[in-house]
């Protein structure tokens, strides 16, 4: 039996929201109703191309239309607060762009208000659906590479500079989320040094040390001041390597076999030996992680199911990250992230 539609608007016309409206459309079984951004020149630019959906300033009239059933949220991180929790006292589904909020306080309230509502809230933790990035876990799991000893990563560029949040609260949510998903477990400790460069106040630049319950340590270098655009990961494990290039038109993971073995010596002494074998790259699905992030909204609304990008992943990510900005605000000092 065919379900009906799930009736969605989408808020938001800037740089990633015609992404974003250009997938709800493409995706089966969602209803596009209405578009809407209070920038009049940006709705007129963006809804044009959707002459079957509504288009409005006033975020109001999606509110107070009781046909729709959920709205994806692609507003600037300041506004995603009070606007979820809009959307949500007024019974919608709700799809928030990453980060959830901008205080843990904030985040939990929002899943909280889901839960006791019974609606969906799912945060776009985009990286999450992308198919290297569930390579990458399966990998992992798989215990291909062994145990993990640290991991590395860098997702620098020149800009896009954000006016209201820094370089932490735009660029860090992906590696967090990403990092969360991979290795299942939340940071217990991160350092954090940044820099506002070219801004007054807002870190441009951020290099995040933290450190995982199982003793795993991961680096995370995050830029909007950099020559050139880097997308990279490598993780290191006991019996393997993977490289993660986002950047990288086909091959986006590589699997080195490389690493280094302590072999006994005489006299109780040890002896390194080197590995340098094959380097493998997987066949990946090339769907575009957007749609398949659509696609999940969807059947999380039909099914009821908690999505992989959860308000409790949301909640984590925020957490680190306001654990991260006490550390940047203390000169790096060391800070726990509590539970
Ligand atoms: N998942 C990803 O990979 C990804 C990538 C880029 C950006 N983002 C997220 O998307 C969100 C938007 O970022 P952006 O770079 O597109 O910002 P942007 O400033 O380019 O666009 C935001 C748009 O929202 C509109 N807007 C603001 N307040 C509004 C309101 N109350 N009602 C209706 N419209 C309103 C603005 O007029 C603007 O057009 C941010 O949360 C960002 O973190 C996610």
């Not at 659906?129 to 799991?141: G, M």
């Not at 106040?201 to 319950?213: G, H, I, M």
């Not at 380097?279 to 992989?308: K, M, N």
Request: net charge negative; proline share 6%.
């Amino acid at each position: 039996m065919t379900q009906p539609d799930v009736r969605v608007a989408a808020v938001g016309c800037g740089y990633w929201g015609p992404n974003v409206i250009r997938n709800l459309d493409a995706v089966d079984g969602f209803d596009l109703r209405w578009v809407c951004d209070t920038d009049p020149e940006r709705l007129l630019a963006v809804a044009a191309r959707y002459p079957s959906a509504r288009r409005t300033a006033d975020l109001e009239d999606l509110f107070g239309d009781p046909s729709v059933d959920a709205i994806y949220l692609a507003t600037p991180v300041s506004t995603h607060y009070d606007l979820a929790r809009r959307a949500l006292l007024e019974g919608k589904h709700v799809l928030i762009e990453k980060p959830l909020a901008t205080t843990v306080d904030h985040a939990e309230e929002l899943a909280e208000l889901a839960a006791t509502r019974h609606l969906t809230l799912m945060v776009g933790h985009t990286f999450v659906f992308s198919p290297p990035v569930r390579k990458v876990r399966e990998l992992i799991d798989s215990g291909l590479i062994g145990p993990i000893y640290y991991v590395e990563t860098t997702r620098v560029n020149l800009g896009l500079f954000q006016k209201d949040v820094s370089v932490l609260w735009d660029l860090g949510p992906h590696d967090l989320s990403i990092l969360i998903y991979w290795l299942g477990e939340v940071p217990r400790q991160v350092t954090a040094r940044g820099r506002s460069y070219l801004g007054e106040a807002l870190e441009d630049v951020a290099f995040l040390t933290l450190e995982f319950p199982s003793g795993i340590l991961a680096q995370v270098q995050l830029s909007w001041l950099a020559p050139s655009k880097l997308r990279r990961t490598s993780v290191v494990g006991r019996q393997k390597m993977i490289v993660y290039d986002d950047l990288e038109p086909v091959e986006k993971v590589k699997i080195f076999d490389r690493g280094v073995d302590r072999q006994p010596a005489s006299f109780g002494e040890f002896q390194l030996t080197y590995r340098s074998g094959d380097i493998l790259s997987p066949r990946l699905d090339t769907t575009e992680p957007l749609y398949l992030e659509c696609q999940h909204f969807l059947d999380c609304i039909r099914s009821g199911r908690t999505p992989d990008a959860s308000p409790r992943s949301g909640v984590d990510v925020v957490r680190v990250i306001q654990s991260a900005e006490r550390s940047l605000r203390c000169d790096g000092a060391p800070q726990r992230i509590d539970e």
